[in-house]
Nanobody, 126 residues
Framework: QVQLVESGGGLVQAGGSLRLSCAAS????????IGWFRQAPGKEREFVAA????????YNADSVKGRFTISRDNAESTVYLQMNSLKPEDTAIYYC???????????????????WGQGTQVTVSS
């Protein structure tokens, strides 16, 4: 079992930056793949980024490549999402999710994650 709590959301102007945190509690955090997803009003939840359980591989959606960076600190049981050059279309509720050692083909699909945080709101004004 893993419990996840997101923080760091807020209101920012276009072009600005935010860093989201996903703090985990529970056993064997270092064995869990962690993903970030987002859901804008009226839209489906979509993949943003993920980090392998070892931290050795990261994955990004095309829409955020070059702007968002995911990282993890297993000693602190925390995963970060650094978001730069934010755009109004990045406005959404951002969720972190976890599951045990997902393979490369599985990390982008929300159905493969069994543990979810409550979400944090990110609003980017134009």
């Amino acid at each position: 079992q893993v419990q996840l709590v997101e923080s760091g959301g807020g209101l920012v102007q276009a072009g600005g930056s935010l860093r989201l945190s996903c703090a985990a509690s529970g056993r064997s955090f270092s064995s869990y793949t962690i993903g970030w997803f987002r859901q804008a009003p009226g839209k489906e939840r979509e993949f943003v980024a993920a980090t392998s359980w070892s931290g050795g591989r990261t994955y990004n959606a095309d829409s955020v490549k070059g702007r968002f960076t995911i990282s993890r600190d297993n000693a602190e049981s925390t995963v970060y999402l650094q978001m730069n050059s934010l755009k109004p279309e990045d406005t959404a509720i951002y969720y972190c999710a976890a599951d045990y050692r997902l393979n490369d083909l599985a990390v982008r699909f929300l159905k493969n994650y069994n543990y979810w945080g409550q979400g944090t709101q990110v609003t980017v004004s134009s």
